[in-house]
């Protein structure tokens, strides 16, 4: 079993950064590919980004690539989401997640954090 907390969340400007975390528990954490999704009101859940339990192989969607990016601290079972150049239409929920293999689909992830608010002001 692997809970999730996310933190981090907040409401920035247009063009600034937010740094979201995610600490997991359990002693199997390095063993997990790590995901981030978002859902914004009113849509479905998408894929933001991936890391492989190594941490050597990252993976984004295309609305993201070059101003997000995933990594992992295998030591203090974290995996984090730098956000930068934000957009109005990154606002969402944010949720991290852990699988067995790095994917953009998320019934491939087996546990979920609860969540956390980004809201991006124009």
């Known amino acids: 079993q692997v809970q999730l907390v996310e933190s981090g969340g907040g409401l920035v400007q247009a063009g600034g950064s937010l740094r979201l975390s995610c600490v997991a528990s359990?002693?199997?954490?390095?063993?997990?590919?790590m995901g981030w999704f978002r859902q914004a009101p009113g849509k479905e859940r998408e894929f933001v980004a991936t890391?492989?339990?190594?941490?050597?192989?990252?993976y984004y969607a295309d609305s993201v690539k070059g101003r997000f990016t995933i990594s992992r601290d295998n030591a203090k079972n974290t995996v984090y989401l730098q956000m930068n150049s934000l957009k109005p239409e990154d606002t969402a929920v944010y949720y991290c997640?852990?699988?067995?293999?790095?994917?953009?689909?998320?019934?491939?992830?087996?546990?979920w954090g609860q969540g956390t608010q980004v809201t991006v002001s124009s």
């Open positions: 359990g002693r199997t954490f390095s063993s997990y590919a």
């Open positions: 890391v492989h339990w190594s941490g050597g192989s990252t």
């Open positions: 997640a852990a699988g067995r293999s790095s994917s953009d689909y998320q019934y491939d992830y087996t546990y």
